[in-house]
């Protein structure tokens, strides 16, 4: 649409779903919008290409209707589908007025750790340093000694 000026921070990542044979593909940008009641929309692109590793997205501007005030900011926009082929697209095309704009290649994490119910081992106590023990420090006889020289 006439409203897309600007675009930034696309990202396309696909995640596999906790059984590992399926994936889901986000599509994720910051687009500018030039009014508060104006929101950015991606949308599949039907009919898809002729090149079925290409995922085309249509990026169109909604207007919500009633009052709005100009602003020039970038507003955030996301896409999800599920994915039954892993790797099924390895890029995706964001096209504005049926031209392809922003390419983007698709990221494809492979494993994702499953949740581990196995006690953790308790962490590791830190040991007393071993202390000597030292000898009493011998005793004075200083009673002692002053009984004896009055005896003298």
Do not use: C
Not at 83 to 97: G, K
Not at 129 to 144: E, I, S, V, Y
């Amino acid at each position: 649409m006439a409203g897309v000026q600007k675009s930034k921070d696309w990202q396309a990542t696909a995640m596999p779903q906790f059984a590992g044979r399926s994936y889901s593909l986000t599509v994720t940008g910051l687009v500018q919008v030039t009014a508060t009641n104006q929101t950015p929309k991606l949308t599949e692109r039907v009919p898809q290409g002729a090149n079925r590793q290409i995922l085309l997205l249509d990026l169109s501007i909604v207007s919500s209707g009633g009052s709005s005030e100009p602003i020039d900011t970038y507003k955030f926009v996301s896409f999800n589908k599920s994915l039954l082929l892993s790797p099924a697209y390895e890029e995706v095309d964001i096209l504005v007025d049926g031209k392809a704009t922003w390419m983007i290649r698709v990221v494809y994490h492979r494993k994702v750790k499953a949740a581990t119910t196995a006690k953790k081992k308790p962490a590791a106590t830190k040991k007393k340093a071993a202390t000597t023990k030292k000898k009493p420090a011998p005793m004075k006889r200083k009673a002692a000694a002053t009984k004896r020289r009055a005896k003298k």
